[in-house]
């Protein structure tokens, strides 16, 4: 149980275009999604926070009108990279958590590579 | 504050040895821990957590100590398997925050585990 997945697991783009990133959660109900971003041999960093049906929480210095975060559903939650750079290239990594939990449950991580 | 670096320590032990990975963490609000275990290329997979009014919690294998009097968290694995080589990160919540922020967490540097055969 408490499977979270990701797609895709990783995606090539040129530069100036969008990226579309799915969480999905199989088998719960996510009341609660987490994005993270992490670079080579460092930590996850949280960008944002969403709750279903309502607007995400970002962290200090996440631009939100570059990433772009919609959790439509229960089970699903999607970050777009809006116009990427190289810098944005990157490990992205969701995570799930659902009502009345600390635990969070992470997706496998989408490699982006902005070219 | 966070604790992110730009270099990763690491802990090289050989098979069968004890490994001991320590945390400080940053928080001393922090009433939710967790222990992950990162692959390379694969996202964190939970291992074992304790709440503030514990010190100590046992799994299978694995001991998480809380000294929260220096705000330290560790991690034993007993018995060290090539399959217990990864990055290992200690994670905090702080139970601050409306809605699901309330259980964000901030996750520490991380250690780099080296299982030798």
């Known amino acids: 149980g408490a499977v979270v997945s990701q797609h895709p697991s990783w995606v090539i783009c040129k530069s100036g275009t969008s990226v579309k990133i799915e969480c999905r959660s199989l088998?719960?109900?996510?009341?609660?999604m987490f994005w993270y971003r992490q670079f080579p041999k460092q930590s996850l960093m949280l960008m944002a926070t969403s709750n279903e049906g309502s607007k995400a929480t970002y962290e200090q210095g996440v631009e939100k009108d570059k990433f772009l975060i919609n959790h439509a559903s229960l089970t699903l939650s999607t970050l777009t990279v809006t116009s990427a750079h190289p810098e944005d290239s990157s490990f992205y990594i969701c995570?799930?958590?659902?009502?009345?939990?600390?635990?969070?449950?992470f997706g496998p991580g989408t490699r982006l590579t902005v070219t | 504050g966070e604790s992110v670096g730009l270099h990763l320590p690491t802990l090289s032990v050989q098979e069968g040895d004890n490994s001991i990975i320590n945390c400080a963490y940053s928080n001393s609000a922090s009433d939710y821990f967790i222990w992950y275990k990162q692959e390379s290329g694969k996202g964190p997979q939970f291992i074992i957590d304790?709440?503030?009014?514990?010190d100590k919690r046992q799994g299978q294998r694995v001991t998480v100590l809380l000294n929260k009097t220096v705000k330290h968290l560790s991690l034993q694995i007993a018995a060290t398997q090539p399959g217990d080589s990864a990055v290992y990160f200690c994670a905090e919540n702080n139970g601050k925050g409306s809605g699901g922020s309330n259980y964000k967490l901030t996750f520490g540097k991380g250690t780099l585990l080296t299982v030798n055969p």
């Open positions: 088998d719960f109900q996510a009341t609660t």
């Open positions: 304790i709440r503030s009014n514990m």
């Open positions: 995570s799930a958590r659902s009502l009345n939990t600390y635990e969070q449950y």
